[in-house]
């Protein structure tokens, strides 16, 4: 079932999806990047497919992006955004947060504050691209709460090997920051999406909802 609704922020209207599981264990709620909406690939997999594993899979569109601004806002401002929606969703489940790129900042930022079980960070930004020296890795050791990285193998943002050895994590082989593969590639797109899906469960099954 999937339904939505508008919720206010301080910082204007945002967006809440809900995929929802007819009998759900966990729910994941997700923001997306400062590149693009709720509608990238991977948010959209995962909403289509968890929910049929007994997850609930909410999008969360950030009012910057729903009011049609093409620059993202302020750190800040994404934040104080995120907890707003998040102290509005209904559910009776252990909660994760992520997102993709900057919205995979966002929810470590705030995810002990906010409660979380866990959280989830889709091709986290570790580093702009070519400055590996300004590393965001205290963002993802700040939450002290079980978390899984999913990285794309070729990730200009930060390369599976870039990041801390104790870090639990997901490869999509071949996979660039948006989780896209070249067709030369030994996966296609569709199994890509697939082995994000996986991984995603498993870790959900094992850390989070027992």
Known sequence: MTDERIVATPHGEARIVAHRARRPVATLALGHGAGAGIETGDLTALAARLPKQDINVFLIEQPWRRAGKKVASAPKVLDESWVAIIGQLRIRTPLVLGGRSAGARVACRTATGLGASGVLALSFPLHPPGKPEKSRVDELRSTGLPTL????????????????????????????????????AELTQTEAYELLIEAVFEWISREISG
């Open 149 to 184: 990285v999913v990285q794309g193998e070729r990730d200009p943002f930060g390369a599976p090997d870039e990041f801390p050895p104790l870090t639990e994590m997901a490869v999509v082989p071949d996979a660039d920051h948006s989780f896209k593969v070249p067709k030369r």
